[in-house]
């Protein structure tokens, strides 16, 4: 497989479940990155780890739980979500975390995430 | 915080040309990104700017001008296939990145 992968390609959950999402690239990046698409609104940053170590945490709710057990692999733990969390959620990643030079981020398709 | 500005939607004919504008207003500036973004995929990444000026990249152009705060990205002899959402995305002094709302573009026949 080539670029980022992205499973489930959709979820449907009730509030009181847990789940994960799941992320993996195949470039040799070593920055990855959890974003938040809803409808009509930009792009949301949620989480960026570098070098497996996380960077930026944008004042996300602790229901959202990342982790990256190496510089391939990308979770986002879900617990507890609201139907406002309803959203695709998009993985990303990138050479460099330190975004020097271009830093172009690879996308992967999402995961389209519905809360009942 | 960035405050990015694009068009929700435009519309064009195939074989015509669009442009798509972006204003942004940032605490300092360190690259403009634009996106592609066809339904229920992944945004794939068109063109880079970081200096004044036109970059050409085939059908696809891109435009900056750091003093105006502005950039558009041009689409010539435009296929059903350029049919998508365009992002248009600013890197910050921090070299934090921020995304516009989106251009979606429909091309009709």
């Known amino acids: 497989e080539t670029g980022v992968t992205q499973t489930p390609r959709h979820l449907v959950m009730g509030m009181t479940n847990k789940k994960s999402l799941k992320c993996e690239q195949h470039?040799?990046?070593?920055?990855m990155y959890w974003y938040k698409q809803s409808a009509k609104k930009p792009l949301e940053l949620m989480f960026v780890?570098?070098?497996?170590?996380?960077?930026e945490n944008n004042s996300v709710p602790s229901r959202f739980s990342p982790e990256c057990p190496n510089s391939s692999h990308l979770f986002l733990h879900l617990h507890t979500l609201q139907p406002e969390d309803s959203a695709l959620y998009l993985c990303?990643?990138?050479?460099?975390?330190?975004?020097?030079?271009?830093?172009?981020?690879?996308f992967g398709a999402g995961s389209r995430l519905t809360v009942l | 915080g960035q405050n990015i500005d694009q068009p929700t939607e435009m519309t064009a004919t195939e074989g015509a040309i669009v442009q798509i504008n972006c204003t942004y207003q940032?605490?300092?500036?360190?690259?403009l990104f634009w996106y592609q973004q066809h339904a229920g995929e992944a945004p794939t990444f068109l063109s880079y700017?970081?200096?004044?000026g036109l970059e050409e990249k085939g059908r696809f152009s891109s435009f900056l001008s750091r003093s105006k705060g502005y950039s558009y990205l041009l689409l010539k002899e435009l296929q059903m296939k350029d049919s998508a959402s365009y992002l248009c995305?600013?890197?910050?002094?921090?070299?934090?990145?921020?995304f516009g709302a989106g251009t979606t573009v429909t091309v009709r026949a």
């Open positions: 990303a990643s990138s050479q460099d975390g330190s975004s020097s030079g271009a830093n172009v981020l690879t």
């Open positions: 470039l040799g990046h070593n920055a």
């Open positions: 780890y570098s070098l497996e170590e996380r960077v």
């Open positions: 940032t605490s300092g500036f360190n690259g």
């Open positions: 700017n970081v200096l004044d």
């Open positions: 995305a600013v890197r910050d002094r921090d070299y934090k990145l921020s």
